[in-house]
């Protein structure tokens, strides 16, 4: 049964701080790993989608990388800002299926 | 593009009555959609996954005759809640996917509806 784990639970940093969220997962069989953002009492908003081909796929201040083999990926954020303040989410899917989440990292930015 | 509404956002019932949420994807077909929930400080939890035109397929532990999934159109997948009580209060989660769009079967997600069941 595929788990997946998010460390740390909760990280706290001051503004500008570059900073990374881990995410492993049991089964390497993955076909594609998504980060999402959630503010609190809101839905997901995806950030970054990266296809077990691929080896990390950025988007602005993110950068997300996968070592499949190893089951592993982490989601780096430059130059941290207090709008980046949310729950982030790392979910991993098969082909088709539903995707299975971890249950976070809750990230604080204090201007 | 890419977008998956629903509705409501947000809901109060009674202990006792059905509650019935809508998924739409509104610019694409989806031909599967996804329920999840979401209780507090948990993440996300699969409870079913729904094919157009067909029963829903449900996770182990979820009461398929309290939660009605419906996905009568590619459009279109209702989740309704039969005589919901407190411990039914969560955050609902839909999402749907289709081949045609995003690639790589990528799900696009709905904003969530809260319910509250007093």
């Known amino acids: 049964k595929q788990e997946v784990t998010q460390i740390p639970a909760a990280l706290s940093v001051p503004e500008g701080e570059n900073l990374v969220l881990n995410c492993s997962f049991t089964d390497s069989a993955i076909y594609n790993l998504q980060w999402f953002r959630q503010d609190p009492g809101k839905g997901l908003t995806s950030l970054l989608l990266i296809q077990s081909s691929q080896r990390e796929q950025t988007s602005g201040r993110l950068n997300a990388s996968l070592d499949k083999s190893s089951g592993r990926s982490t989601l780096y954020i430059a130059a941290s800002q207090p709008g980046d303040s949310a729950t982030y989410l790392c979910?991993?899917?098969?082909?088709?299926?539903?995707?299975?989440f971890g249950k976070g990292t809750t990230l604080s930015v204090s201007s | 593009g890419a977008v998956v509404s629903q509705h409501p956002s947000w809901v109060i019932c009674k202990s006792g009555t059905s509650v019935k949420i809508e998924c739409r994807s509104l610019?694409?077909?989806?031909?599967?959609m996804f329920w999840y929930r979401q209780f507090p400080k948990q993440s996300l939890m699969l409870m079913a996954t729904?094919?157009?035109?067909?029963?829903?397929?449900?996770e182990q532990g979820v009461e398929k005759d309290k939660f009605l999934i419906n996905h009568a159109s590619l459009t279109l997948s209702t989740l309704t809640v039969t005589s919901a009580h407190p411990e039914d209060s969560s955050f609902y989660i839909c999402?749907?996917?289709?081949?045609?769009?995003?690639?790589?079967?990528?799900?696009?997600f709905g904003p969530g509806t809260r319910l509250t069941v007093l």
């Open positions: 999402s749907a996917q289709s081949r045609g769009r995003g690639g790589y079967n990528e799900q696009f």
């Open positions: 729904s094919n157009e035109g067909s029963k829903a397929t449900y």
């Open positions: 979910a991993v899917s098969l082909a088709g299926t539903a995707l299975i």
């Open positions: 610019d694409f077909q989806a031909t599967t």
